[in-house]
């Protein structure tokens, strides 16, 4: 199994930044990607951006382009989503998981991930 710990989330206000982390313990060596998913109450989990932990290479939803970068260390086993311009409607719960899927358009689907954070409440006011 994989543990994953987000932490950094906060309140914000509109336009500011924010830079979440999320620690990975246990079976790391099976995590071929590691991906950010956030969800608004009343609304379902929304796909953020993924990474592929070896390589590096990003793949982001289009709301997320421009404004958020994923990042890792695999050395501290450690992604981060780093959040600028943040805006009212990113308020969500932010959640990292891990997928073993090599296919990058599989990491958008929530279903593709074995694992899960607890997640970290991000809220923006306006």
Same mark, same amino acid.
Request: charged share 15%; glycine share 12%.
């Given at each position: 199994?994989?543990q994953?710990v987000?932490?950094?989330?906060?309140?914000? +206000? &509109?336009? #500011?930044?924010? !830079?979440?982390s999320?620690? $990975?313990s246990g079976?790391?060596?099976?995590?071929?990607?590691?991906g950010?998913?956030r +969800? &608004?109450? #009343?609304k379902e !989990?929304?796909?953020v951006g $993924?990474?592929?932990w070896s390589?590096?290479?990003?793949?982001y939803?289009?709301?997320a382009?421009?404004?958020?970068?994923?990042?890792r260390?695999?050395?501290?086993?450690?992604a981060s989503?780093?959040?600028?311009?943040?805006?009212p409607?990113?308020?969500?719960a932010?959640?990292?998981a891990?997928?073993?899927s090599?296919?990058a358009?599989?990491?958008?689907?929530?279903?593709r991930?074995?694992y899960?954070?607890?997640?970290t409440?991000?809220t923006?006011?306006?």
């Amino acid at each position: 199994q994989v543990q994953l710990v987000e932490s950094g989330g906060g309140l914000v +206000q &509109a336009g #500011g930044s924010l !830079r979440l982390s999320c620690a $990975a313990s246990g079976r790391t060596f099976s995590m071929y990607a590691m991906g950010w998913f956030r +969800q &608004a109450p #009343g609304k379902e !989990r929304e796909f953020v951006g $993924a990474i592929n932990w070896s390589s590096g290479f990003t793949y982001y939803a289009d709301s997320a382009k421009g404004r958020f970068t994923i990042s890792r260390d695999n050395a501290k086993n450690t992604a981060s989503l780093q959040m600028n311009s943040l805006k009212p409607e990113d308020t969500a719960a932010y959640f990292c998981a891990t997928t073993s899927s090599p296919l990058a358009w599989h990491w958008t689907s929530s279903g593709r991930y074995d694992y899960w954070g607890q997640g970290t409440q991000v809220t923006v006011s306006s």
